[in-house]
């Protein structure tokens, strides 16, 4: 047997060559200096609106403290630890459980929330780094009637198998839907370019999401 | 569906549960948290094949929040993701701060990573069939390793009450799930409930409770407090479900007139370190292949286990058969088409279903192998599949109220398909009412029992289970017609909802005749022995339309007719969402996914979705589903599995027409479409 503690880029405390842990990931990609990571189709959350709300956070101690997050129109007081996403805050914290949690870094799009009206992956960004900002998660889209036909178009189309990735198809349409409000179907297949479906929906995704320019999109 | 041999039964209406899901409200295994929950998660061996040799457990117990840390230091792991032991905590963070401080070693030894070094190619055999055949083909083809990625991971909430338990799983067999529960639990049968209303997800890999689920079952008794154990992305990969590869010598002899002779198949599965996942499907039932000698053999890897992945070892056999087919057909000069048809065993296929998809392809448009010019070269290939139907039993309930509402149970679960639409809309057809009166509850254990979502075995035997409860259910409404009516009970009729008497004189309306109702509902059970009730095989046959720009190797699916017998649809939008969704991850398999081990160290590098591409948006070309009906079908044919097996084959086969030069591997990614072109290579 060969020891080997050594791998490149791995730390000797905690081999997990697989996979960047969570931390190490965040602190890779620089969240502490607010961004999150873009993907393609999705916006940047890298306005410095709340930076300064946040500049004293310590990104890697523990220990919780309360933040109040302007969700869906209304202020929400959350208990997080410095490293809590806000993926993790909407879900565990608030019980927002519409944004999903599947590849938890940000290749999927599964976790989608609108940030001052832009579409971010909710799990690259830290919930202190959201304090001050509006939020809106797919809850807060199905609530508003300015997003209607966005989603009765999608129902009428079946946009949906198991469903899982759905919630962040309908938030990064919300704002595709504002930006480009007479697509084309490639536009369309760009646009939704940072989300990713297992059962293969996107043919109803398209239509639903066509349906719904059709209709006279969103407000 | 004995004998609802209606095809009007078809409808439009979007799934009954699409607001739930489009909206976000539909509540998954992962999304439950009910209070006081604890979380459980295993400790896992990063590489190939070893063991740990250092691991700090009385400093991981330390970390604030940690209930109990345990790790095997004997344990030998044979694969990456293995795993080693677990960790329970208050929090997913304190979790994480529990496996750093384990600060784990290992010692690893040398990992098996790569198949083609372990093969032993078999001799070329000469002499039979092969003397005196007009055309010969031999080759070797093979496929990657795939993994299930259900966007929802594996995984149970388990509520253990002492003397009852409360899951909640991410299965495709809510009956399997309870099953698995007993003996974590410690518990009976009657005093589990398994809800799994919304599945994200399964393919294959969600049957059993998994590691996962017993380990929250038996911290949830441990401790009494709710545990949620479910997997992260990398564990999905490295332990949720894989398709076994495949390294397939094919040599096959045809005579002048394009009828098959037969010849020799070794097959070879990859498949990690153990066995699973139905290797390679022998392919006799599609074609007459004539006097075939056949081999079936393994290659382990240090590798998860393969499980049952959406027709188990179908897509990547016919990736290989369609492959030398086409090949054999060009030796002849033949065209594709006209040389399956001299061998395919289905009527259906020959009489219609190729005919129908090469015409909507633009069949006409295909020039011989090789022949197209120019940077950006289009080509057109095909491939055939089957999905057989056996015995499957199931159980349903229906309730009419007094209100006139229905509702019916059924406790299989939905991982995506449709089966609460399938219940709502089949009860509602067969009772002739509004769907909007009927509710359909499915995922529940407390529901009659039925099968998992395996084999494409669900909706055929949900249906024909829902029409018998909902005929039971009608027949007692029927006596209180009968009682107000003073007349026997037969005497009754009914048809679309309306009761009438045999001479018509009396007609009574649904929602009166339910007010007569003497309790407040009567509940009709239903079942199936069989669940083939009209049912028979699902032939299809799949066309592909591709674009190869040669300079860059990089393959652009432009269009896919997916021409499959499915009986009755129930519903013509989910039939469409999941053929649809067979095909597209039929692309993603044909062009994209593939496990990446590290020769070195065996770890698996690309566990994740960022390394492991899976098919998106722009990926996604024209797909045409057809439905092909005959006059005898009467029933519902399985659709899920047999939507993915022939799209890899049809691609590759395209491709192959497109550059001229035969694709003899999965993934088809530039760099193979470059090599290919540069040495012209493949079957001779």
């Known amino acids: 047997m060969s020891r080997d503690s050594e791998i490149p880029g791995a730390r000797a405390t905690a081999e997990r060559p697989w996979a960047t842990s969570r931390r190490s990931f965040l602190k890779g990609v620089g969240l502490a200096a607010g961004a999150a990571a873009v993907l393609p189709g999705i916006g940047s959350a890298a306005e410095p609106a709340a930076t300064a709300a946040s500049a004293d956070v310590d990104y890697t101690g523990d220990g919780q403290r309360q933040i109040t997050l302007m969700v869906n129109g209304a202020p929400a007081v959350v208990a997080v630890e410095p490293r809590t996403t806000l993926l993790e805050a909407l879900r565990t914290g608030l019980d927002l459980t519409g944004a999903k949690e599947v590849c938890d870094r940000g290749s999927c799009g599964c976790c989608t929330v609108l940030l001052d009206g832009r579409a971010v992956v909710s799990c690259l960004m830290l919930a202190v780094d959201a304090v001050g900002r509006e939020i809106v998660t797919v809850e807060g889209i199905a609530a508003d009637p300015k997003y209607k036909n966005l989603i009765d178009g999608l129902c009428e189309h079946d946009a949906a198998q198991c469903g899982f990735c759905i919630p962040g198809f309908v938030v990064r349409s919300a704002e595709f839907l504002k930006s480009t409000p007479n697509p084309t179907p490639d536009d369309i297949r760009a646009g939704l370019a940072g989300n990713v479906c297992r059962c293969g929906t996107y043919s109803k995704l398209f239509d639903g999401v066509a349906a719904a320019a059709a209709k006279g999109g969103v407000k | ?684």
């Open chain 2, 1 to 684: 569906m004995n004998p609802a041999n209606d095809v009007a039964l078809e409808n439009e209406r979007p799934r009954v549960d699409i607001r739930q899901k489009i909206t976000g409200a539909a509540r998954y295994t992962a999304d439950q948290q009910p209070a006081r929950m604890i979380f459980a998660k295993a400790v896992r061996f990063p590489y190939g094949a070893g063991k740990v040799v250092s691991a700090d457990v009385e400093a991981a117990k330390k970390v604030k929040g940690v209930l109990e840390v345990e790790v095997d230091m004997e344990e030998v792991a044979e694969y990456p993701g293995a795993p080693i032991g677990h960790i329970v905590a208050e929090s997913r963070a304190a979790i994480e701060d529990a496996e750093e401080a384990l600060a784990l070693k290992f010692e690893r030894t040398a990992p098996k990573t790569d198949p083609v070094a372990l093969h032993k190619a078999p001799e070329s055999p000469q002499g039979g069939v092969f003397e005196g055949a007009a055309a010969v083909v031999e080759g070797t083809w093979r496929t990657q390793v795939q993994t299930h990625s259900c966007l929802e991971p594996h995984g149970s909430v388990v509520d253990h009450r002492g003397a009852s338990a409360e899951v909640w799983g991410s299965t495709q067999t809510t009956f399997g799930h309870l099953d698995g529960m007993k003996g974590p639990t410690g518990l009976d049968a009657s005093q589990i409930v398994v809800h799994c209303e919304y599945v994200g997800g399964g393919f294959g890999s969600k049957f059993g409770i998994g590691r996962e689920g017993d380990l929250a079952a038996r911290m949830s008794k441990k401790y009494q407090r709710p545990c949620k154990a479910m997997l992260d992305r990398s564990e999905e990969h490295l332990d949720g479900g894989n398709r076994p590869g495949s390294i397939q010598y094919i040599k096959l002899a045809a005579d002048k007139d394009g009828k098959l002779l037969g010849g020799r198949m070794d097959l070879v599965s990859i498949v990690g370190h153990g066995r699973g996942g139905g290797g390679v499907a022998g392919l006799g039932d599609v074609y007459d292949l004539g006097a075939i000698e056949e081999t079936e053999s393994e290659i382990n890897l240090n590798f998860a286990k393969p499980r049952a992945f959406r027709a188990p070892g179908w897509p990547q056999a016919v990736f290989a058969l369609e492959g030398a087919l086409d090949a054999l057909a060009a030796k002849l000069g033949m065209d594709p088409i006209a040389f399956r048809i001299k061998n395919d065993k289905s009527q259906r296929r020959k009489e219609r279903q190729y005919r129908v998809g090469a015409d909507l392809i633009g069949w006409k448009d295909r020039k011989p192998d090789g022949t197209a010019t120019g940077r950006v070269r289009r080509g057109f290939g095909m491939g055939s599949a089957l999905w057989p139907t056996w015995p499957t039993k199931c159980g349903a309930q229906a309730d009419i109220f007094r209100s006139g509402r229905v509702e019916v149970r059924v406790g299989v679960q939905d991982i995506g398909t449709g089966t609460f639409t399938l219940v709502t809309d089949v009860a509602a057809h067969e009772l002739g009412i509004d769907r909007d009166l009927v509710t359909g509850r499915v995922g529940d254990s407390r529901f009659p029992a039925g099968p998992g979502s395996g084999g494409s075995q669900v909706s055929r035997s949900a249906a024909p289970a829902t029409v018998n409860a909902v005929r039971d259910a009608l027949d007692q409404l029927k006596a209180s017609v009968a009682s107000e009516w003073k007349i026997d009970k037969e005497k009754v009729k009914y048809g679309k909802g309306t009761f009438s008497t045999e001479d018509g004189a009396k007609k009574l309306e649904w929602a009166k005749a339910c007010a007569l109702l003497a309790d407040e509902k009567v509940t009709g059970n239903g079942r199936t022995e069989t669940g083939t009730e009209g049912s028979g095989t699902s032939d299809c046959v799949q066309f592909a339309e591709v674009e190869v720009d040669t300079e860059t190797g990089i393959v652009r699916v432009k269009k896919i007719v997916a021409v499959h017998a499915a009986g009755v649809v129930v519903n013509r939008l989910t039939f469409e969402n999941q053929i649809c969704g067979g095909v597209i991850q039929g692309i993603s398999y044909a062009l994209f996914e593939n496990v990446r081990l590290d020769p070195k160290t065996g770890a698996m590098v690309n566990a994740d979705f960022i390394g492991y591409k899976i098919a998106g948006s722009k990926d996604i070309p024209e797909i045409v589903p057809v439905l092909d009906v005959e006059p005898g079908d009467t029933g519902v044919r399985p659709i899920g599995e047999p939507s993915t097996i022939p799209t890899a084959a049809a691609i590759a086969n395209a491709v192959s027409n497109a550059i001229g030069a035969r694709i003899m591997e999965l993934p088809i990614t530039p760099q193979r479409v470059l090599a290919a072109l540069e040495s012209k290579g493949g079957a001779a």
